[in-house]
């Protein structure tokens, strides 16, 4: 079994404990949403992700997982938590790969597209502009930040083994 088809299968069950095993240390991730975190940050944004939705679901085509590299399309299902409104989002994964491990992931999606889904008529108004897309931003690290900041206290409620 390909790292993408072990990462994906644990993806669709939620268990973000197994997705982030498979990142290598010095590993990287960026998306619209997370221009650049380190592995540590990766498998908090999956834990924060994961144990915070409740409604959520994908759909997963590998279309490549060899030793070096993986490709995959994705589509997520779920409300966004903030405003509640339904969103599908399509999102296309590069990974990079060495010793089985994941060294550098790249998920590429359409913010505005998102944007207008989550946020609704603002989102679709001005999710192209640099200030929305850098609020977005900002807020995402501001809560990933808590999220780690409850998670190393111990007081998330949240399983992070």
Same mark, same amino acid.
């Given at each position: 079994?390909?790292?993408?088809?072990?990462?994906?299968?644990?993806?669709?069950?939620?268990?973000?404990?197994?997705?982030?095993?498979?990142?290598?240390?010095?590993?990287?991730?960026?998306?619209?949403?997370?221009? /650049?975190? =380190?592995? #540590?940050?990766? $498998?908090?944004?999956?834990?924060?992700? !994961?144990? &915070?939705?409740?409604?959520? @679901?994908?759909?997963?085509?590998?279309?490549?997982?060899?030793?070096?590299?993986?490709?995959?399309?994705?589509?997520?299902?779920?409300?966004?938590?903030?405003?509640?409104?339904?969103?599908?989002?399509?999102?296309?994964?590069?990974?990079? /790969?060495? =010793?089985? #491990?994941?060294? $550098?992931?790249?998920?590429?999606?359409? !913010?505005? &597209?998102?944007?207008?889904? @989550?946020?609704?008529?603002?989102?679709?108004?001005?999710?192209?502009?640099?200030?929305?897309?850098?609020?977005?931003?900002?807020?995402?690290?501001?809560?990933?930040?808590?999220?780690?900041?409850?998670?190393?206290?111990?007081?998330?409620?949240?399983?992070?083994?």
């Amino acid at each position: 079994m390909g790292v993408a088809e072990q990462f994906y299968e644990a993806f669709m069950v939620r268990d973000h404990y197994t997705m982030g095993l498979l990142y290598a240390e010095n590993a990287t991730f960026s998306d619209p949403v997370f221009p /650049l975190l =380190n592995a #540590r940050g990766a $498998r908090m944004m999956w834990n924060m992700l !994961l144990t &915070r939705a409740e409604d959520f @679901a994908i759909e997963v085509n590998i279309l490549d997982d060899g030793p070096s590299r993986a490709s995959v399309d994705w589509v997520a299902h779920y409300s966004f938590g903030a405003t509640g409104r339904p969103v599908v989002n399509r999102v296309h994964t590069e990974m990079a /790969l060495s =010793n089985g #491990r994941i060294v $550098r992931q790249v998920d590429s999606f359409n !913010l505005w &597209r998102w944007s207008g889904q @989550a946020l609704g008529a603002s989102g679709w108004l001005l999710g192209w502009t640099p200030q929305v897309r850098n609020k977005i931003r900002d807020q995402a690290a501001r809560s990933l930040r808590e999220y780690a900041r409850k998670a190393s206290a111990g007081d998330s409620g949240q399983e992070t083994r």
